[in-house]
């Protein structure tokens, strides 16, 4: 082969220079680390400088502030510690308790209603007993039209308060 020809199949580069001895190691991260620990509470030469001088920013550095003295304070005899639910309140001779007087007994109610409500039973009575088996024919039907007919007439008859002053947010507490 002539010498100013490169062996074929590497064409695009030239041959490098093989290495004549063996490369230094390189430390690994536990032993930089180390170095990095060891060296921590080393004092820092001012003038050695990791970076260029254009980026030094000493100078623009604020100035350091004096030391705020420390003001010791007066101190407090602590008391000792009470248990809350260990108090009571003081009886007051001249409080009077409340006492609510009884309520006053309920109206009687419509005779509407009480039917009503005697159909809505009666209905859930008659389909109870028609699916146990024991009334065949027509009962589950006729218990549920009284089960229908119970509940529409009790909601039919619900009253109708003032629904204009209940969306009223000014109409406040009914008392």
């Known amino acids: 082969m002539p010498e100013n020809e490169l062996p074929e199949g590497d064409s695009s580069r030239p041959a490098e220079p093989e290495p004549t001895g063996p490369e230094p190691a390189s430390p690994t991260d536990d ?4 170095q990095l620990v060891a060296g921590f509470d080393e004092p820092v030469d001012a003038q050695d400088r990791s970076w260029p001088a254009s980026e030094d ?3 623009l550095a604020p100035a350091p502030r004096p030391r705020p003295s420390i003001m010791h304070l007066p101190r407090v005899q602590a008391i000792p510690p ?8 003081e009886e007051d001779p001249d409080d009077e308790h409340f006492v609510p007087p009884p309520p006053p007994p309920l109206p009687p109610t419509e005779a509407p209603t009480r039917l009503a409500i005697a159909a809505l039973i009666g209905g859930i009575v008659l389909i109870g007993i028609y699916l146990s088996g024991q009334l ?3 009962a589950g039907l006729i218990g549920g039209a009284m089960v229908l007919g119970g509940a529409g007439t009790l909601v039919s008859r619900l009253k109708d308060d003032n629904d204009d002053d209940y969306h009223d947010p000014q109409s406040g507490a009914v008392v």
């Open 57 to 59: 920013l000493a100078d």
């Open 136 to 138: 065949p024919g027509m």
């Open 31 to 34: 032993e930089l680390f180390a």
């Open 82 to 89: 009470v248990d809350p639910r260990s108090w009571t309140p």
